[in-house]
């Protein structure tokens, strides 16, 4: 509470003690810069950031952030880079997630994408007024942050909301207008994590599941026991899909990280913004080809072509992909030659999207260049949704590429989803 922050920098392939300092430094509100070697690039810009000024020490620090909210709403805690002030009161709820039994915080640091993670309680009226009917009420929420800015001086930031709650039947579209299917990600993704923490025996992927069937049969649109009718309104149609690669993300499967990557991936998870956060859970593919302005492709191996360059934004690492043909010209030169500038240009084009985004993140992503079937391409092949495997009975379409993996993709996902949604209601 005296304001502290503990910033970790470390650099190692095996264990450094990451995971032990964890709560250290996420209770200081500091941040971490992982790598395999103080040599790497990465590493050593992201320290030169630091010290510019631009993150770290040109940060707000020494913060206080307190909730006020109507007698409706109970607060169960947060999760996020802050420590409890042990600011106990009645709108403080018996059930806990994360830092709870308080309405106040310490944030020691914060830059403009730290974010929180904050879970309320609904109370319920006891009356037995209305039954069977919907019912709605108006409560309020209020969000003050006392911090010292990098000037020097201290400044109140007040954000005050009204919002309103709806019970009972026939109020299903009100909830579905005012759902944020990316937060409502980033939120699963963040207790999610969470819960793998503090519960030894939960089976995340299965809780993850469940949460999601109960969720689409209670706002998806179908005749019982019919899979095939079932549908999603647009509001929630992305929200599967979100489910979906946040199962097979890293903060789910811990198999091939070490305790010491997990601990790092969780705390940027976090801490950064939903924008951010999607990114970690599901990235982003724009596809470059030649006389073609760049266009966003599905996550999906269907959108690797010999003849484009793919240009893979996970958060972490930056993916610069070239297909077959592609890495066959650039290696005979042809990007040297004056009469084909216009493959120079296709070749440079993501390279220069991929150096603004590296410039505006931190830390600093890893970037990697590879080639289609190259041993650095499974940096992009882990992240796609396997439609065509090794052992698909469909034949390859042109413009694709099989997955050497026994996962599902996301068309037999959604199909076992729209069965058990419609089997529950």
Known sequence: HQGHVLD?????VDQVGVAELRVAVERTGGFVVLGESFGHSEFKESLKRVFRG??????????????????????????GPCASLEKRGPNCSETVVGQGNTSGWKICSLDKSTSLTIFFDIVKKDSSEGIGQATSSQFYLQFLTHYQHKSGCMRLRVTTLSRRSVAGPGVTQELITGFDQEAAAVTMARLASFKMEIEAEIDPIRWLDMSLIRFCSKFGDYEKHSGASFSLSPQLSRFPQFMFHLSRSQFMQVFNCSPDETAFFRMMLNRENVANSILMIQPSLVSYAINSAPEPAPLDAASVAADRVLLLDSYFTIVVFHGATVAQCRKSGY????????????????????????????????????????????????????????????????????????????DVFLDHLQRLAVQQS
């Open 8 to 12: 970790l920098f470390a650099c190692a």
């Open 54 to 79: 631009e993150y770290g020490i040109g940060a707000a620090s020494n913060a206080k952030f307190e909730i006020s909210c109507s007698k409706e709403i109970k607060i169960q805690g947060v999760l």
């Open 335 to 410: 990007q040297d030659m004056l009469d084909h500038k216009a493959f120079s240009q296709l070749l440079q084009a993501p390279r220069d999207a991929a150096h603004a985004v590296i410039k505006g993140r931190f830390p600093v992503p890893r970037l990697v260049i590879c080639d289609q079937h190259g041993s650095q391409a499974r940096f992009l092949v882990a992240k796609l949704n396997p439609s065509t495997t090794y052992n698909s009975d469909a034949p390859l379409i042109p413009c694709g590429d099989r997955i050497v993996t026994d996962d599902i993709c996301y």
